[in-house]
């Protein structure tokens, strides 16, 4: 992740899934039992990043527990990210935020860990709630360069069956020593990038700008062939049966068991913006100030120069403006959409949890992994919104009689529906499970 705050100012689209994700965060606070009144609560944030994503559910978290157990009760939260992490950031968010989780909180205690979640990151049996967003996408090595590319979702052959193979034990191992430090009864909720049993990501539209833009990079002698064949993505968005794979046929794997595991899809929120504003450029910015954050430190490792800031800051710099003259270039309404998607999964107990599922969307025989947005409106939408206020407020007025014309006008409008559809949304996936006594 990009450093000095970069990744907590544009990554939005992550930033959505994890709101998305809030009400069965919410379930399984209130579902979890706490038994030892006199020890601390302890969370864990696994791949904390800058803070920023880590806000909010850890806000909701002491939300609920403070509702449960008191303003007294002592709550430790841990925030884990590679020694390379930029604390810096993490600790003045955690400090200097208005909506920071410990504000009027002294007996919330924030502090942070400097270890990969690959290897075991505290003690065994310590943790009361584990939370995790867009972090266990990330493999805890590259297995393979990727001829002609760096994404994974675009390897094929025996390249693709090696990332396929990292990424399915790697999820193995995240999920055994998450297990082993859960207490029992904890919980465990994990945001990831997802796929559909397509193996699409969603991510392929601007994955592919990214590729054409280096390879003009080393076309103008920006970087080297060399440097650009060295430059992989170590990620791997796994699909609902890779991550319910490892627990087999009963459901349990190292003393965690599935409740539940469903697939959804995370709105692009520079792609809804655009829909309002109409603002080609600002979509553009975003899109390109997304890649560059969330993916372009790691391209940047494969430099030979790769230790020194400069030249990483200068191939960021040229990869984000040759992203964003590509999106520029072209109409809008042809603009590559892709939504961020996630997996969730959730830690509760033994009993069925109760789901916080949206309302579901009509399927359409075209595209038949369409994601549907909801969101309010500004005060003047476009004339196509408009259109569809007045549909909305036909169809949900009550017929009455041609006399109480004038009080079905005074009548509130119900809220609209903005559904930002497109083809080839890509899906993520949700996965419940509870730590076994």
């Known amino acids: 992740m990009e450093g000095k705050g970069a990744y907590n100012r544009h990554a939005k689209s992550q930033a959505s899934g994890v709101g998305a994700s809030l009400c069965f965060w919410e379930n399984a606070l209130h579902r979890i039992a706490f038994l030892d009144a006199d020890r601390p609560i302890v969370i864990a944030d696994y791949g904390s990043s800058q ?16 509702s449960r157990l008191g303003p007294d009760r002592p709550i430790l939260v841990y925030h884990i990210d590679l020694p390379a992490n930029d604390f810096n950031a993490l600790f003045d968010e955690l400090q200097n935020d208005p909506n920071r989780y410990a504000a009027d909180e002294p007996n919330v205690f924030p502090c942070a860990v400097g270890r990969s979640f690959y290897g075991r990151v505290l003690p065994y049996g310590h943790v009361d709630l584990g939370w995790s967003s867009y972090a266990a996408m990330w493999l805890s090595r590259i297995p393979a360069l990727i001829p002609g590319h760096f994404y994974p979702g675009k390897s094929t052959g025996a390249v693709r069956a090696r990332f396929e193979q990292q990424g399915a034990s790697g999820w193995a191992t995240f999920l055994e020593l998450r297990s082993a430090e859960l207490r029992p009864g904890g919980r465990l909720m994990v945001v990831v990038a997802g796929a559909d049993e397509n193996e699409s990501s969603g991510f392929g539209g601007i994955m592919e700008d990214a590729n054409a833009v280096l390879e003009a990079m080393v076309d103008a002698r920006s970087i080297t062939a060399e440097e650009r064949a060295r430059m992989v993505l170590g990620t791997w968005a796994r699909r609902k049966t890779d991550l319910l794979a490892p627990f087999g046929h009963n459901g349990r794997f ?65 990869l984000e403006q040759g992203l964003r003259e590509r999106a520029a270039s072209r109409r809008a309404r042809q603009a590559t959409r892709f939504p961020c998607p996630r997996a969730r999964a959730a830690t509760v107990r033994g009993r069925a949890q109760t789901t916080c599922r949206p309302a579901p969307v009509p399927p359409r025989a075209s595209t038949p992994t369409d994601v549907s947005i909801d ?17 909305v407020r036909v169809a949900e007025t009550p017929r009455r009689d041609r006399s109480n014309r004038a ?7 119900p809220r609209p529906a903005f559904r930002a559809t497109y083809p080839g949304a890509p899906t993520g996936a949700r996965i419940g499970m509870r730590s076994n006594p």
């Open 375 to 391: 969101l309010g409106l500004p005060e003047m939408p476009p004339s196509g919104i408009r259109r569809v206020r007045r549909r």
């Open 407 to 413: 009080q079905q006008a005074t009548l509130p409008a």
């Open 254 to 318: 190292h003393g965690l068991t599935v409740e539940h595991c469903d697939m959804s899809g995370v709105e692009d929120t520079a792609w809804v913006r655009y829909q309002i504003d109409q603002d080609g450029e600002a979509l553009a910015r975003g899109r390109a100030a997304f890649f560059r954050s969330t993916f372009a430190p790691s391209l940047a490792r494969a430099l030979t120069a790769g230790e020194d800031p400069g030249a990483a800051q200068a191939f960021s710099e040229r």
């Open 51 to 66: 803070g920023r994503n880590s806000s909010l559910p850890m806000r909701t978290a002491i939300k609920v527990l403070r």
